[in-house]
């Protein structure tokens, strides 16, 4: 079964260190997304791609976050400079489309990537 | 505003037993509504998803959930809990139109004892 990838699965920096996080959706899935859960709460979405464009960047932290998919394939996060408050686990998930009708899309996620600023 | 609310933060069970995981939601159109489990250190796994139609759904795992749109609620439940299950739960809200946003509850950590 198709998965969506990611790595590292887990990253220790320093903060005011730079960070980077790439996933690879599932093979032909045109949308993707990028969520940032903070321990003890559910995901909040970061970034969505639509093939190689950003649909919704609203709660993505422009100063130090940027996120790019530049083929429209895979796609990296970047942090910089990482701060103590961004230590979180860091979700990308990407969407498969059924009977070609928006809104019954099923999202699939990859396992993570759990960064920890010190 | 949308908004999910999962009651309890956590709930132990016995194994064997049944189990109820509570969620409300706060959405100004007909929601499209979901599960998700979650094991320690991994990624999301949904469970189930609601869109219209029967509003009992069946799931993976022995899941389901009812839709009761009188008291916005989509509660999740399990007949038998196995010791596997032990995870935290999200609920989630959808919209039914494009976009696709989705906004997620707080999350309940389900512990089962033997």
């Known amino acids: 079964e198709a998965e969506v990838a990611q790595s590292p699965r887990y990253k220790i920096t320093e903060k005011s260190q730079a960070v980077a996080f790439w996933c690879d959706p599932i093979?032909?899935?045109?949308?993707l997304y990028w969520y940032r859960q903070i321990l003890g709460q559910g995901p909040e979405l970061l970034v969505q791609f639509q093939d190689e464009s950003v649909v919704d960047d609203s709660q993505l932290p422009k100063d130090r976050f940027s996120a790019e998919r530049l083929k429209g394939v895979d796609s990296t996060l970047k942090i910089q400079p990482a701060e103590l408050g961004d230590s979180a686990m860091y979700l990308c998930?990407?969407?498969?489309?059924?009977?070609?009708?928006?809104?019954?899309?099923?999202?699939?996620f990859g396992p993570g990537t759990r960064l920890t600023v010190l | 505003a949308q908004s999910v609310t999962q009651p309890d933060i956590h709930i132990t069970v016995s194994e064997g037993a049944s189990l109820e995981l509570r969620c409300n939601y706060s959405?100004?159109?007909?929601?499209?509504l979901f599960w998700y489990v979650q094991s320690p250190g991994q990624g999301l796994q949904l469970l189930l998803k609601y869109f219209s139609g029967d509003t009992l759904v069946q799931g993976i795992k022995g899941f389901e959930a009812e839709f009761k749109r009188s008291q916005s609620s989509f509660n999740l439940r399990k007949p038998s809990v196995h010791w596997s299950d032990a995870a935290e739960y999200f609920c989630?809200?959808?919209?039914?139109?494009?976009?696709?946003?989705?906004?997620f509850g707080a999350g309940t950590r389900l512990f089962v004892k033997a």
């Open positions: 093979s032909g899935h045109a949308t």
């Open positions: 998930a990407s969407i498969s489309r059924e009977s070609g009708t928006l809104g019954t899309d099923t999202q699939y």
């Open positions: 989630a809200v959808g919209p039914n139109t494009g976009g696709f946003k989705t906004i």
């Open positions: 959405y100004g159109a007909t929601p499209y």
